[in-house]
């Protein structure tokens, strides 16, 4: 969802964020380069991306619910892949992908730390922390035209 912003930013998204925890740097590369998650079948990402989601929110205890409903196309095609609720803390997502839980994921630590919600803040943080994790896969990444929000 789009809404007008404030702040017009200069960077890529990639380098807005610089000091993320390396905690959750190191656990976004463990999703990506051990257990290997653009490898994986469905259900084996909807896995990894659970656990991730687990680690983020013990790291941050942002107490928040991750639904995943791969298969509701009704809902994929009216957000874009996935969607914060603030009013029940419940991050939904509707395709496999570490860039919108990362995003979704931003909008629910922003509710926890009392902050108001920011497009251009998830775009910034899932993209940064992204690339902090693997440099490689966010260029492949780029090269197939998955990043939406590369440039400001
Ligand atoms: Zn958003």
Redesign the pocket.
């Known amino acids: ?1 789009t809404e007008p912003e404030q702040d017009k930013p200069k960077k890529l998204y990639k380098d807005r964020y610089t000091k993320i925890d390396k905690r959750t740097i190191e656990a976004v590369r463990n999703a990506i380069l051990t257990q290997r998650f653009y490898k994986q079948d469905n259900s084996n990402k909807k896995q990894i991306i659970t656990e991730l989601f687990n680690r983020l929110n013990a790291i941050y205890n942002t107490q928040a619910t991750l639904r995943i409903d791969e298969n509701n196309n009704n809902m994929y095609m009216m957000t874009g892949g996935g969607m ?1 609720n603030p009013s029940n803390n419940t991050i939904h997502l509707f395709k496999l992908s570490l860039i919108t839980f990362l ?2 994921f931003k ?1 629910a630590l922003l509710k926890a730390k009392g902050k108001k919600q920011s ?1 251009i803040q ?1 775009r910034g943080y899932s993209i940064s922390l992204f690339y902090k994790a693997s440099e490689r896969h966010y260029n492949r990444a780029v090269r197939k035209g998955l990043i939406f929000h590369e440039k400001p």
């Open positions: 969802m914060y995003h979704e909008h497009e998830a």
